[in-house]
């Protein structure tokens, strides 16, 4: 079964719309949708929001009491996803039920070390959030290794716990999927990551460069507290 996990600070449109676009029922093996949500302190939207979500959506708050990151969440929400199959995917993202119905469905025959993606375009397109795009989400070639970030990305629970979660010293977004690859590349049989260059989905990417700006600093900041 494939479980869908998405870590959100709060439940956003967006989200909503996404989630009431997916039939998961009807995916090959069966799936579960988990979103987490790191905040106590929820507001009425939120509230209204949370009730208007699919039935069969599984929204988990966290009770923090300060915002918990992308990384500690997604580690939460694998501890009790039922799935043998994890896909972890931002809140970002407008998810798209055609796309993870072929994804759920060609996974089921994908061994235990490969690591998957899709294509990521942004959901406005303009000469700034088609370039995040590509320096951002294209799988890359570090020291001989390929990475690429956990917007979207998929893989065996069996290589989850081989590899360990994300590292929860992350507090926000930016950096700790490329830590998690660090220790993923050092697995023997090493991992096999995989694009699916024919599936694509949207993300809400920056439009101006201003929002450009303060993404490339907050990853930045990331970065060089794990280097």
């Not at 799936?31 to 209204?48: F, P, T, Y």
């Not at 951002?136 to 979207?152: E, I």
């Not at 809400?204 to 700006?213: A, D, F, V």
Request: proline share 6%; with cysteine.
């Amino acid at each position: 079964m494939l479980s869908v996990l998405v870590p959100a600070a709060r439940f956003t449109g967006l989200l909503l719309d996404s989630l009431s676009a997916l039939q998961p029922s009807k995916w090959p093996g069966g799936a579960e949708v988990i979103i987490g949500l790191d905040s106590s302190d929820q507001n009425a939207h939120d509230e209204r929001l949370i009730r208007a979500a699919p039935a069969w959506a599984r929204v988990v708050n966290l009770g923090a009491s300060e915002p918990l990151g992308p990384a500690t969440i997604r580690n939460r929400l694998a501890a009790v996803a039922s799935g043998d199959y994890f896909l972890f995917i931002d809140s970002d993202v407008l998810l798209s039920d055609s796309v993870l119905r072929v994804f759920a469905g060609r996974v089921l025959t994908l061994d235990e070390f490969t690591v998957t993606t899709v294509r990521i375009n942004p959901i406005v397109t303009n000469h700034v959030s088609l370039f995040f795009s590509h320096e951002v989400f294209l799988p890359r070639n570090l020291a001989g290794h390929c990475y690429f970030p956990s917007a979207f990305i998929g893989m065996h629970r069996e290589l989850w716990m081989r590899a360990g979660g994300f590292d929860g010293s992350f507090p926000v977004a930016g950096g700790e999927d490329w830590e998690w690859w660090q220790r993923a590349h050092t697995l023997t049989p090493p991992v096999r990551p995989l694009l699916m260059a024919d599936l694509s989905i949207a993300h809400e990417n920056p439009t101006s460069l201003g929002q450009l700006s303060r993404r490339a600093w907050r990853y930045g900041l990331q970065a060089h507290r794990y280097h």
